[in-house]
């Protein structure tokens, strides 16, 4: 069984400062979280590396760790042994964490939204398909969800979106697949997991207070 866990920021600036939250996590995610322009990503930014550090302690390993994040040549984060993924959209930050095979998140708010803006990411099949649809907001964000999902767990670059296949519980990129399980936080969100092994999941909601006590650290 692998957990997601799920937080949700408080959207009033009066509850934390960015410098609470950065006080808690070593000076290394320090520049990385202000090369954000926007106020709310760089909060989601620390918030994931807050939840990070939880997954890291709650499974018994030293939160050092944090410091031996590695990116790929395309920005993809991962640690030597423990693969992990984190996704945010609007105030919500969820994260997967400890599997021993690659493992995409993305969580998305559902909005209106000028759908002719995107066709360019999508292949015509997908693209009739989200157009021909009853509800063709709803379509997009359907195949959105496992495009990103995919793209992180695969570790590739947006321009390869077109070469990613999306079927209805898996996806292919370059022959590999790759198994999709959705979870339910939110009914204006999407929530999906790309992963290179079809495993069980679970949610777990997890208050931001809990991300700031001093104690788990070893």
Not at 34 to 47: F, G
Not at 152 to 174: I, P, R, S, T, W
Not at 194 to 201: C, H, L, Q, S, Y
Request: aromatic share 16%; glycine share 4%.
């Amino acid at each position: 069984m692998q957990k997601i866990s799920i937080v949700k920021m408080p959207e009033s600036n009066t509850f934390f400062t960015k410098e609470m939250l950065l006080k808690n996590l070593p000076e290394s995610t320090w520049e990385r979280a202000n090369r954000y322009l926007d106020k709310v990503d760089s909060l989601s930014y620390i918030t994931g590396r807050l939840l990070l550090k939880k997954a890291l302690f709650k499974n018994g390993i030293s939160t050092s760790l944090l410091e031996e994040i590695r990116y790929s040549e395309l920005g993809k984060p991962s640690f030597t042994t423990y693969n992990f993924s984190i996704s945010h959209s609007n105030w919500y930050v969820a994260l997967i964490f400890g599997t021993k095979f690659s493992v995409g998140i993305d969580i998305e708010k559902k909005k209106n939204i000028d759908l002719k803006l995107f066709n360019y990411l999508f292949t015509q099949t997908e693209w009739s398909s989200i157009i021909e649809a009853k509800n063709s907001l709803e379509r997009f964000y359907w195949f959105w969800v496992r495009k990103e999902a995919l793209l992180k767990a695969a570790g590739c670059a947006l321009k390869d979106l077109k070469q990613l296949e999306v079927f209805e519980h898996h996806g292919m990129y370059k022959d590999k697949r790759y198994y999709f399980e959705s979870f339910y936080f939110d009914v204006d969100f999407n929530g999906i997991i790309a992963m290179e092994e079809k495993v069980p999941i679970a949610v777990e909601f997890v208050d931001i207070t809990n991300l700031l006590e001093e104690s788990f650290h070893f």
